[in-house]
């Protein structure tokens, strides 16, 4: 077998992975994204993770489909199944809630190492997310949208550096999106729309979305 597909968000995902690192999948699943990258030669050792063991089975058994090895496949909630001898550098956190992904990064003192490359892919409530990081002296240092199945996504790297830069109140919205991107755009509309829905029985949120509407012009 070759190598597996990755859909939109995980190819994403894989771009903000150094070369050579040490990779924890927290909530690998079907362990595609770790198979993906070690297939490519691009990582050389990934421990894949899973709360619940139907999915570490299935991603078990991906990774004879596709003969890889140098691969850990280990059953625990969030980071609890790393370990220090795992020397992991780059962490991703993909495909569950930005709250989840908040728990996940503050109850392991591992997230707060330096040199660790935080890869975090909520499918919701991304604002929640980078409220959690920016309160708790980490920085978003890559950010990027992706449309996947008729859905727009962000994903973004991050690293904690101990400082609490100032931010604005349209910044858990927008992060560092950069806006002359055609589907960063498009985010930006799905988060006007979705303050739009709330503001309905919170005015407060209005200036924030005429603060976003005014940096789409
Ligand atoms: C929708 S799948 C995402 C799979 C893959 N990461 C992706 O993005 O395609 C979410 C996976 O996260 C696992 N999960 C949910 N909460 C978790 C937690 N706290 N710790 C570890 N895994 C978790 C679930 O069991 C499930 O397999």
């Known amino acids: 077998m070759d190598k597996p597909a990755l859909d939109e968000r995980l190819k994403i995902c894989a771009s903000l992975v150094r070369e050579s690192a040490r990779l924890a999948d927290v909530g ?9 990258l070690l297939k490519s030669g691009k990582i050389s050792y990934a421990v894949a993770s899973d709360i619940n063991e139907k999915p570490l089975k299935s991603g078990e058994s991906n990774a004879k489909l596709y003969g890889v090895k140098n691969i850990e496949f280990r059953l625990g909630a969030g980071l609890n199944p790393i370990k220090a001898e795992d020397k992991i550098t780059d962490i991703v956190i993909a495909g569950m809630g930005g709250e989840i992904i908040s728990g996940i990064i503050g109850e392991s003192p591992l997230t707060k190492d330096k040199r660790i490359n935080l890869i975090l892919q909520p499918m919701t409530r991304s604002e929640e997310l980078i409220k959690f990081l920016y309160k708790n002296g980490f920085e978003i240092e ?25 931010t604005d109140d349209v910044f858990p919205y927008l992060g560092k999106l950069d806006l002359n991107d055609e589907i960063n755009r498009i985010f930006a509309q799905i988060q006007i729309r979705n303050l739009e829905n709330k503001s309905k029985g919170n005015s407060s949120l209005l200036p924030i979305i005429e603060k976003i509407k005014k940096r789409l012009v």
């Open 28 to 36: 690998t699943d079907h362990a595609y994204l770790p198979i993906r």
């Open 142 to 166: 890559k950010q990027k949208c992706v449309i996947c199945k008729g859905k727009c996504y962000t994903v973004l790297s991050a690293r904690f550096t101990e400082n609490s830069p100032e």
